[in-house]
C-alpha cells in the first residue's frame, strides 16, 4: 500500500523555488543609504561594438651579414651595386658600386626608397667618406639604342671595373647576373636585405637625383627636380603640352605620343609586314600565225 504522506509531500517538491524562499527573490527596497551610493558612483562607459585591431609590420633593415660570412672564409674585397632611373620617361639610368669599411659602417644604412630624400643626402656624404665608391651613367641615347634592361646592366658592370679594388665578390639587386670577372650573385630586393647594395642604392639614387635637378634648369617647365623624370601627372601634362624633350626616352609609350603629335615628321611610318599589295604582272603573248591556214 502506497504511504499517504508520500502523496501530500510531492507537490511540495514539483513547488516554485520561489515560495520557498520569498525573501531571496522579492525586490529590493532602495534605502537612502543605498540611492546615494548609487548616484555617487560613476556611470559604467559603454562597450564599442567592434574594436579595430592594427597590425604592425615590422620590417628589418638590411644587415652586413652576408658579407661577413664572406669575409670570414677569406674572400674579400666585397661589393654591392644597384641603379636608380630605370622606370622614368626621361634622364639616364645611373648605377652605384660600394665596397663598405667593416670597421667604419655608416648607421642608419637603409632602402634608398625607404629614407627621406635629407637622410639619403647625409648617408651619400658618410658613404662615400669611409666606402670605395664608383658610379656609371647610361645615357638616354645608350637606352634608346640598347634597351634599358641591357643599359642599367652596361652601367652597372661599369661601376664594378670603376672601383679601386678590384672585388672578388658582387652583390646585384634584381634577377640577372652581371659579366664580371669575379663571382657576382644576383638578389631578388637586395636593397633591403645587403648592406653593401643599400649603400649602392642611395649613392646612385642622389646622384641620379642632382642630374635630373640640373637638367631642369637647361628644360623649364617639366618639372624635372620635383618627380625626377617619372610619369607622375604633371609630367605627363606637361609631356603633352610641351613635346619631348631631347632627354625624354623615344621609345617610352607616353614619350612616342608626344612626338607623334608635336613632332610628327619624326615619326616613321611603321610597315605592315601583313599587308597584301597588289603586283602587276604583265604576260606577253606571242601569237605565231600559220599561213597554211589563210589568215
Not at 11 to 30: F, G, L, V, W, Y
Not at 46 to 64: E, G, Y
Not at 107 to 126: C, M, N, P, Q, V
Not at 238 to 248: K, Q
Amino acid at each position: 500500500m502506497r504511504r499517504p504522506g508520500r502523496l501530500r509531500t510531492i507537490p511540495a517538491m514539483i513547488r516554485d523555488k520561489s515560495t520557498r524562499n520569498p525573501a531571496k527573490h522579492a525586490p529590493e527596497k532602495d534605502t537612502p543609504k543605498k540611492d546615494a551610493a548609487k548616484k555617487a558612483a560613476p556611470a559604467k562607459a559603454a562597450k564599442p561594438s567592434a574594436v579595430r585591431q592594427r597590425a604592425i609590420i615590422a620590417i628589418a633593415p638590411p644587415s652586413f651579414r652576408r658579407e661577413r660570412a664572406l669575409i670570414k672564409r677569406g674572400v674579400w674585397p666585397v661589393a654591392g651595386c644597384d641603379e636608380a632611373g630605370r622606370g622614368p620617361l626621361a634622364g639616364p639610368v645611373v648605377a652605384a658600386a660600394v665596397i663598405l669599411d667593416p670597421d667604419r659602417i655608416p648607421r642608419g644604412i637603409d632602402d634608398s626608397k625607404r629614407l627621406t630624400a635629407e637622410e639619403r643626402e647625409k648617408l651619400f656624404d658618410k658613404i662615400c667618406a669611409t666606402a670605395q665608391v664608383s658610379v656609371a651613367v647610361a645615357s638616354r641615347s645608350r637606352i634608346d639604342r640598347d634597351n634599358i634592361l641591357r643599359a642599367s646592366l652596361w652601367a652597372l658592370k661599369r661601376a664594378v671595373v670603376a672601383l679601386p679594388d678590384s672585388p672578388r665578390h658582387v652583390f646585384v639587386d634584381g634577377r640577372d647576373r652581371l659579366d664580371t670577372a669575379c663571382d657576382c650573385e644576383a638578389v631578388i630586393g637586395g636593397d633591403g636585405i645587403v648592406l653593401s647594395i643599400a649603400a649602392a642604392s642611395i649613392v646612385a639614387k642622389v646622384t641620379r637625383d642632382r642630374l635630373m635637378c640640373a637638367l631642369a634648369q637647361d628644360c623649364p617647365g617639366y618639372g624635372f627636380e620635383q618627380h625626377k623624370g617619372y610619369a607622375v601627372p604633371e609630367h605627363l601634362d606637361a609631356l603633352d603640352r610641351l613635346g619631348p624633350t631631347v632627354h625624354h626616352r623615344s621609345f617610352f609609350a607616353p614619350v612616342a605620343a608626344a612626338r607623334a603629335k608635336h613632332m610628327p615628321w619624326t615619326v616613321e611610318p611603321v610597315r605592315d609586314l601583313f599587308a597584301v599589295s597588289e603586283v602587276e604582272v604583265q604576260v606577253e603573248a606571242s601569237v605565231q600565225v600559220d599561213a597554211s591556214a589563210g589568215l
